[in-house]
């Protein structure tokens, strides 16, 4: 009689390729495999990078393009949940993702070799457009993420090659693969998979040690500079605009706590030698272009500045102060025969370009209307730091940072808001951003038990450019009470504040508003940061025992 189910020695039916537990151990090597081949991607990818630049590596140009194209809420979302490490969780996430799929092109080509080697080069092709179509991304871009992807293709074939049954090899007694029609070359494979990813890593760190010495020398060339000593200096800080209140924001933020927003995964590294900057466009007369030495022999100004982004939530840590020396914009653009629209100029707009491709959009009225409007090189008497825009940024005070702020500055076109919308305009924000009166209660803090007795509300608030006039406290809804303001530094600058709180046991709710020199009372009503910066009164909940 003849069973349905096949002889105990009959061959295993064709595509078979052995025993259940082998064809596990086949497939986890494939995925190892697939990995293996990812890995050698980013390794060769980083090396060819660091001779392009290391923006152009596949991980940072793909989230790159990822930031470029998340919608202000996310991208608000991400600042607000992720802080500064909003950019570490983009690129954990991407490297997450191409650790999946590189497990499963491994298995697919234990099946079908080509198509797995062809799934690569497609994933080489995303990180390759990505590159090149950074705003600051040439052609040359793409380079990294090709080679590295026409390199690992071919690790993945060899490595899945490795895996095929070797014909006529038949199981040796004992060998836990029995059954299987024939056995595929363990050793050659753990041979030909140590190599693969050992020679990755090797590529992966000669590339990060190659760009570290480009990095050195921007670095080398910061060290070099030396501040000059201004030809304007800022008044000293009056005694008294620091309150001396623990718990509030000290009334010069320190470099190193200073708030960071940028778009930039990889902080750009300039060399202050080799470093332009471009002024043309509409009613340029005279197109320049200096150098940072240049910068150093015109007339320094040293100013107080506070500066704010629009992504701060009210009461949020989006903004710091800091004492910055630089050049005024309006001197170099009157120099480069510019003239603001008040004056039959025909360019009402400054669109600054950065080395990584940011744009940003300033009204020219602004820049030239007398405010201290600078192309800032030294922060808190040190040159700027890399992530705040060495050698070179823009400030305007009283505008938003997104509009005004350009940080690693290479180039100011004049042109009109009719004409050009700025990164953040092509993403749903304002054109016009001017600061908006704000203020936040740093002391006592949400959900702190102060007390009883008398408490010290005290916090920051700001009106850059017009300057406070008036800061109020009220508790649970009540009266308004005045705050005692700290001694006013200069019109750009914030000030701090404080009320003392005859505190009584309880639940309570503090709410602060302020007004600013023209007369406008910080208003009440709710709204969010998109499109031109959150209002509304900042509030804190306190428990007095
Ligand atoms: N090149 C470049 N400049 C930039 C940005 C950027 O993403 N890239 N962000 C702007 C925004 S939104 C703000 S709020 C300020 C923040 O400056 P900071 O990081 O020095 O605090 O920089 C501005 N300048
Ligand atoms: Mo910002």
Request: charged share 20%; with cysteine.
């Amino acid at each position: 009689m003849h069973g349905v189910r096949p002889h105990q020695n009959d061959p295993p039916p064709r595509g078979s390729t052995g025993s259940r537990r082998s064809r596990w151990t086949r497939a986890a090597l494939a995925a190892l495999s697939g990995l293996i081949a990812g890995f050698c991607a980013l390794g060769v990818a980083e090396l060819i990078a660091a001779a392009v630049r290391p923006e152009a590596g596949p991980v940072t140009a793909v989230g790159g393009a990822v930031i470029d194209r998340t919608p202000p809420a996310l991208k608000d979302f991400a600042v607000r949940n992720f802080g500064t490490a909003d950019k570490l969780v983009l690129q954990l996430g991407i490297l997450t993702l191409l650790a999946l799929f590189a497990l499963a092109v491994g298995v697919l080509a234990l099946r079908h070799r080509r198509t797995g080697s062809a799934a690569v080069l497609v994933f080489g092709a995303v990180g390759a457009v990505a590159a090149a179509g950074r705003p600051e991304g040439g052609p040359g871009d793409a380079l990294p993420s090709v080679v590295g992807a026409v390199v690992a293709a071919g690790v993945l074939y060899l490595l899945v090659g490795r895996l095929a049954p070797v014909p006529g090899r038949s199981p040796a007694a004992g060998d836990p693969d029995k059954g299987a029609r024939g056995t595929f070359d363990r050793r050659g494979f753990v041979i030909a998979a140590t190599a693969a990813a050992a020679a990755s890593a090797g590529a992966g760190l000669v590339g990060r040690r190659l760009t570290a010495s480009v990095q050195a020398g921007a670095a080398a060339s910061r060290r070099e500079v030396v501040l000059p000593v201004p030809d304007s200096a800022a008044p000293a800080v009056p005694r008294g605009a620091d309150l001396g209140i623990r718990g509030v924001s000290s009334f010069i933020t320190p470099n190193k706590s200073f708030y960071r927003v940028d778009t930039a995964l990889v902080v750009p590294q300039i060399d202050a030698g080799g470093w332009r900057l471009r002024i043309h466009g509409r009613g340029v007369s005279r197109p320049l272009t200096v150098g940072f030495h240049d910068l150093l022999e015109r007339e320094i100004v040293e100013r107080d500045i506070t500066l704010a982004c629009v992504s701060n939530e009210v009461g949020g840590p989006y903004i710091g102060n800091a004492r910055w020396i630089g050049v005024r914009l309006a001197d170099l653009l009157r120099e480069a025969g510019v003239k603001p629209p008040s004056q039959g100029g025909p360019a009402d707009q400054i669109v600054a370009r950065s080395v990584d491709g940011m744009t940003i959009g300033t009204p020219v009225e602004d820049v030239m209307d007398g405010r201290d409007a600078l192309l800032a090189l030294g922060m808190n008497g040190e040159p700027l730091p890399f992530a705040h825009g060495f050698p070179v940024r823009m400030l305007v005070p009283g505008l938003y940072g997104y509009v005004s702020a350009c940080k690693w500055i290479q180039d100011i076109e004049l042109t009109t808001f009719d004409d050009y919308d700025a990164y953040w305009v092509k993403r749903s924000w304002s054109r016009r951003a001017p600061v908006k009166t704000q203020s936040r209660i740093d002391t006592p803090r949400p959900f702190a038990s102060p007390g009883p007795g008398t408490v010290p509300v005290a916090g920051v608030a700001w009106a850059q450019h017009r300057g406070i006039a008036r800061v109020e406290v009220r508790v649970d809804g009540g009266a308004w009470h005045t705050a005692r303001l700290g001694a006013q530094d200069g019109l750009d600058t914030w000030r701090q504040w404080v009320w003392e709180w005859p505190a009584t046991s309880g639940h309570h709710t503090l709410e602060v508003r302020a007004t600013d020199r023209t007369g406008v009372t910080q208003t009440g009503e709710r709204a969010g940061t998109v499109p031109d910066g959150a209002t509304g009164w900042h509030s804190v909940v306190v428990d007095v025992p």
